[in-house]
């Protein structure tokens, strides 16, 4: 039985392979959740904890990113053993227990002392149990309940990404303010249970829609094993373009918030350019989930790393500090994430299949984790070493064009879109 077969249900709206309320579920449970996940709530904020964090405790600008970003490597640890639970179990009990956790991790923050081993130690536990509220679960129902449209679901779903990371720099500096850094963090974490309580209902209703499709999916034998692809070298040429990406971007955006500061932009201004990453974000998101349905997804991607390419220009620059030069392009930038995050689960899908999705994007996920660790330690040890950013963007440039180059090899999809 094919995956139209076994998701067809009757309707057409919008052009989606199904119409079920189960199928909108998931889309907008997994929407809300990565819309107040780990990623924007913690990794989204970090530029506005970088400095307040620093000078409270003493700590330089590069010790500060590594020691906080540690999380993402716990993160890049977990993902692949999430993915194969996944795989087994479904999302719903995993993602439970995973909001919870990061609530809890958010609190726990807000009450440590100026110890450095504490503190790095909990950031990689927190890593570890948080990435649950990341794509690796939300978007693991999808791969299943849709298709001819999937490019369409996943940038509706990652959008969530975006927007959160639109509205929490900004939100968070104000509670920054008001509240110092811990009494922010606190609000975080109610912030954060909150929306994965919500998103957790939402995929559980979906989840007997999941369910049904995953298990016709395994016993068709639609697409490689995990083993079978960590044999292929599209797979490691891809999780290199992801990882080169997401440190070109992600050390870019954890950094935007000190970076303009330092060029004399109030900290208010600098948390709005940093807003402007996550409208990037959303326009990545949404434009690159429709394009990749109608268009080869690599040119989509390498598009977007071009773009990113042209707002680093600007950045590197400094032709000027001027919200309506800097803020484009820092939109830029957050686009080609925007881009990026939305290709690499396409990709999976249509070069991999989804017989093992969730076990093979969790190594590609831990990827992008990883790249969300060396990308901000970079940028942090090179403003350490050279007194500014000028190097390190320069590099990151560099970076996005090795990850265009890879993705255009990746040549044409093994498993194409079903047919009618």
Same mark, same amino acid.
């Given at each position: 039985?094919?995956?139209?077969?076994?998701?067809?249900?009757?309707?057409?709206?919008?052009?989606w392979?199904?119409?079920?309320?189960?199928?909108?579920?998931?889309?907008?449970?997994?929407?809300?959740?990565?819309?107040?996940?780990?990623?924007?709530?913690?990794?989204?904020?970090?530029?506005?904890?970088?400095?307040?964090?620093?000078?409270? #405790?003493g700590?330089? /600008?590069?010790?500060?990113?590594?020691?906080?970003?540690?999380?993402?490597?716990?993160?890049?640890?977990?993902?692949?053993? &999430?993915?194969?639970?996944?795989?087994?179990?479904?999302?719903?009990?995993?993602?439970?227990?995973c909001?919870?956790?990061?609530?809890? @991790?958010?609190?726990?923050?807000?009450i440590?002392?100026?110890?450095?081993p504490?503190?790095?130690?909990?950031?990689? %536990?927190?890593?570890?149990?948080?990435?649950?509220?990341?794509?690796?679960?939300?978007?693991?129902?999808?791969?299943?309940?849709?298709?001819?449209?999937?490019?369409?679901? %996943?940038?509706?779903?990652?959008?969530?990404?975006?927007?959160?990371?639109?509205?929490?720099?900004?939100?968070?500096?104000?509670?920054?303010?008001?509240?110092?850094?811990?009494?922010?963090?606190?609000?975080?974490?109610? =912030?954060? %249970?909150?929306?994965?309580?919500?998103?957790? @209902? =939402?995929?559980? #209703?979906?989840?007997?829609?999941?369910?049904?499709?995953?298990?016709?999916?395994?016993?068709?034998?639609?697409?490689?094993? &995990?083993?079978?692809?960590?044999?292929?070298?599209? #797979?490691?040429?891809?999780?290199? +373009?992801?990882?080169?990406?997401?440190s070109?971007?992600?050390?870019?955006?954890?950094?935007?918030?000190p970076? =303009?500061?330092?060029?004399?932009?109030?900290?208010?201004?600098?948390?709005?350019?940093?807003?402007?990453?996550?409208?990037?974000?959303?326009?990545?998101?949404?434009?690159?989930?429709?394009?990749?349905?109608?268009?080869?997804a690599?040119?989509?991607?390498?598009?977007?790393?071009?773009?990113?390419?042209?707002?680093?220009?600007?950045?590197a620059?400094q032709?000027s500090?001027?919200? $309506?030069?800097?803020?484009?392009?820092?939109? %830029?930038?957050?686009?080609?994430?925007?881009?990026?995050?939305? #290709? +690499?689960?396409?990709?999976?899908?249509?070069?991999?299949?989804?017989?093992?999705?969730?076990?093979?994007?969790?190594? $590609?996920?831990?990827?992008?984790?990883?790249?969300?660790?060396?990308?901000?330690?970079?940028?942090?040890?090179?403003?350490d070493?050279?007194?500014?950013?000028?190097?390190?963007?320069?590099?990151?440039?560099?970076?996005?064009?090795?990850?265009?180059?890879?993705?255009? @090899?990746?040549?044409?999809? /093994?498993?194409?879109?079903?047919?009618?």
């Amino acid at each position: 039985m094919t995956l139209e077969k076994q998701g067809a249900i009757a309707g057409s709206t919008l052009g989606w392979d199904t119409t079920s309320t189960k199928q909108i579920m998931l889309v907008a449970g997994a929407m809300i959740g990565l819309a107040l996940g780990f990623a924007v709530v913690y990794f989204g904020t970090l530029g506005v904890f970088l400095k307040p964090i620093a000078g409270e #405790f003493g700590w330089s /600008r590069g010790e500060t990113s590594s020691i906080v970003s540690v999380a993402l490597l716990g993160s890049a640890i977990g993902t692949p053993l &999430l993915g194969v639970l996944v795989d087994r179990i479904g999302p719903v009990r995993p993602l439970l227990i995973c909001v919870l956790a990061l609530s809890m @991790a958010l609190y726990v923050f807000s009450i440590l002392p100026n110890n450095r081993p504490l503190f790095a130690g909990l950031s990689f %536990l927190f890593g570890i149990v948080a990435i649950g509220t990341g794509p690796s679960i939300y978007l693991a129902g999808l791969q299943h309940a849709f298709d001819r449209r999937l490019g369409l679901a %996943l940038g509706i779903a990652m959008a969530g990404l975006g927007i959160g990371a639109t509205f929490a720099p900004s939100m968070a500096q104000v509670w920054v303010a008001n509240e110092g850094w811990r009494g922010a963090y606190q609000i975080l974490a109610v =912030l954060a %249970l909150g929306g994965g309580l919500i998103a957790t @209902a =939402l995929i559980a #209703f979906g989840q007997p829609l999941h369910a049904r499709i995953a298990e016709g999916s395994m016993k068709t034998g639609t697409g490689f094993r &995990l083993g079978e692809a960590m044999r292929d070298w599209r #797979f490691w040429g891809l999780c290199l +373009a992801i990882f080169l990406g997401t440190s070109a971007g992600l050390g870019t955006v954890v950094h935007t918030v000190p970076l =303009l500061t330092d060029r004399g932009l109030t900290p208010a201004t600098a948390a709005q350019v940093a807003g402007g990453i996550g409208m990037g974000l959303v326009v990545g998101r949404l434009g690159s989930g429709f394009l990749m349905d109608l268009i080869f997804a690599p040119l989509v991607g390498a598009a977007g790393f071009l773009l990113g390419i042209v707002g680093l220009m600007v950045i590197a620059s400094q032709i000027s500090t001027a919200f $309506v030069v800097i803020a484009p392009a820092a939109l %830029l930038v957050g686009l080609a994430l925007g881009v990026e995050g939305d #290709f +690499a689960a396409f990709a999976v899908r249509r070069y991999f299949g989804n017989r093992s999705f969730g076990s093979v994007y969790g190594i $590609v996920y831990a990827f992008y984790t990883l790249g969300g660790v060396v990308g901000p330690t970079l940028f942090g040890l090179a403003f350490d070493r050279f007194g500014g950013y000028g190097a390190i963007l320069v590099a990151a440039m560099i970076a996005f064009l090795i990850a265009m180059m890879l993705l255009l @090899a990746l040549g044409p999809y /093994r498993f194409a879109l079903a047919k009618r």
